[in-house]
T-cell receptor, first 107, second 115 residues
Framework: DAKTTQPPSMDCAEGRAANLPCNHSTISGNEYVYWYRQIHSQGPQYIIHGLKNNETNEMASLIITEDRKSSTLILPHATLRDTAVYYCIASYQKVTFGTGTKLQVIP | NAGVMQNPRHLVRRRGQEARLRCSPMKGHSHVYWYRQLPEEGLKFMVYLQKENIIDESGMPKERFSAEFPKEGPSILRIQQVVRGDSAAYFC?????????????FGPGTRLTVT
């Protein structure tokens, strides 16, 4: 797995977009970018993944730079329930979790 | 479609006993992964299995821990002669390979407490 770097924590106002950055400068050609989150002590939740193109689903959007060395997860309208630790992972099969970004959504 | 199921949700064992944790993957998923999360720490990969095969066990402790994913039935993570340091949340995930992407879906976890 390629090493990823994320800010340890971020705040976001409720209702605003949350933009979570991730650096993965050593990503290899067959590695996907995955995003997961863990709310409190629950099981991690898959959010989205992508290889080269930007992706959007009902939860979030994923923007991957053209050189694939970084990406941004966008939660378009953050709610209090989005408060969680968000993990960015560059991987082929096995998922290796780093320390992630602790997102606090503020009322 | 039911999600990943794990049981038991909570398990208490005395030191020296055996712990068996079960994981039923999502329907149609043939890849299973086990992770451990110690209190106040991140998730650590333990083992990756496909039906009847261990693909990657690089995160498994060398002794006392074993995992299997038989042709029929759930995946089992077995911890023999448990010690206090084994107290943790154990999460199972499953995936369905689509091309080369392996997004994983996690179960609710089993909280193991060793007394």
């Amino acid at each position: 797995d390629a090493k990823t770097t994320q800010p340890p924590s971020m705040d976001c106002a409720e209702g605003r977009a949350a933009n979570l950055p991730c650096n993965h400068s050593t990503i290899s050609g067959n590695e996907y970018v995955y995003w997961y989150r863990q709310i409190h002590s629950q099981g991690p939740q898959y959010i989205i993944h992508g290889l080269k193109n930007n992706e959007t689903n009902e939860m979030a959007s994923l923007i991957i730079t053209e050189d694939r060395k970084s990406s941004t997860l966008i939660l378009p309208h953050a709610t209090l329930r989005d408060t969680a630790v968000y993990y960015c992972i560059a991987s082929y099969q096995k998922v290796t979790f780093g320390t992630g970004t602790k997102l606090q959504v503020i009322p | 479609n039911a999600g990943v199921m794990q049981n038991p949700r909570h398990l208490v064992r005395r030191r020296g006993q055996e712990a068996r944790l079960r994981c039923s993957p999502m329907k149609g998923h043939s890849h299973v992964y086990w992770y451990r999360q110690l209190p106040e720490e991140g998730l650590k990969f333990m083992v990756y299995l496909q039906k009847e095969n261990i693909i990657d066990e690089s995160g498994m402790p060398k002794e006392r821990f074993s995992a299997e994913f038989p042709k029929e039935g759930p995946s089992i993570l077995r911890i023999q002669q448990v010690v206090r340091g084994d107290s943790a949340a154990y999460f199972c995930a499953s995936s369905l390979s689509v091309g080369q992407s392996y997004e994983q879906y996690f179960g609710p976890g089993t909280r193991l407490t060793v007394t």
